[in-house]
């Protein structure tokens, strides 16, 4: 069945350094790719996700590519700010099947 | 716009009690889903609704019932509350059931089982 790997639990940074995300996926067929943010007592909210022609989603000064090679779809940002403190889920959608999310990965900036 | 709304926003129960979680979302999204939400396992399937007379059961649907009751609602029963179980259970929508759909998300029930 589908799956998505998010290895990193917890990622600590100071602001202003670049931020990275991993995620990766396995899947029988050629899903989308999300990554949702949840704020500290708030909702889970969509960030960015794939797009079928191969274009770089981009939101709010994050990116994301999906490689198809390599069944990853990593989350990076050039400069963190305070603000990004949050956690991030990664997703897979497939159509056959739920969307299914990774572990997800707390993102902590430090001044 | 459109909202999901989770009551209630917290639960506290006995063990071996059965709880119900509701959920409302005034998208007029044909999909619901729950999933349920703990440290350091991500998301986890509990039941899924593709449309208002479908129940479907996910990954951790084992000690948990489900009912679309209409298109607007969803709700989930813990069937016997867990001594210690402490989670918070996260209902979504969705337009459909296509790969490209993107899930709205409520603010969450959590609950603590005594």
């Known amino acids: 069945g589908d799956s998505v790997t998010q290895t990193e639990g917890l990622v600590t940074l100071t602001e202003g350094l670049p931020v990275m995300l991993n995620c990766t996926y396995q899947?029988?067929?050629?899903?989308?790719l999300f990554w949702y943010v949840q704020h500290l007592n708030e909702a889970p909210k969509l960030l960015l996700k794939?797009?079928?022609?191969?274009k770089r989603p981009e939101h709010q000064g994050f990116h994301a590519t999906l490689h198809k090679s390599s069944s990853s779809f990593h989350l990076q940002k050039s400069s963190a700010q305070l603000s990004d403190s949050a956690l991030y889920y990664c997703a897979l959608s497939d159509g056959n099947n739920a969307p299914r999310f990774g572990a997800g990965t707390k993102l902590s900036v430090k001044p | 716009g459109g909202i999901i709304t989770q009551t209630p926003k917290f639960l506290i129960g006995q063990e071996g009690q059965k709880l119900t979680l509701k959920c409302q979302q005034n998208f007029n999204h044909d999909t619901m889903y729950w999933y349920r939400q703990d440290s350091g396992k991500g998301l986890r399937l509990i039941y899924y609704?593709?449309?208002?007379?479908?129940?479907q059961k996910g990954d951790l649907s084992e000690g948990y019932d489900a009912s679309r009751e209409k298109k607007s609602s969803f709700s989930l029963t813990v069937t016997s509350a867990q001594k210690n179980e402490m989670a918070v259970f996260l209902c979504?929508?969705?337009?459909?059931?296509?790969?490209?759909?993107?899930?709205?998300f409520g603010s969450g029930t959590r609950l603590t089982v005594l």
């Open positions: 794939s797009f079928t022609d191969n």
């Open positions: 979504a929508s969705s337009r459909g059931f296509s790969s490209a759909e993107t899930l709205y």
């Open positions: 609704s593709i449309t208002e007379n479908d129940l």
């Open positions: 899947s029988t067929y050629s899903p989308f």
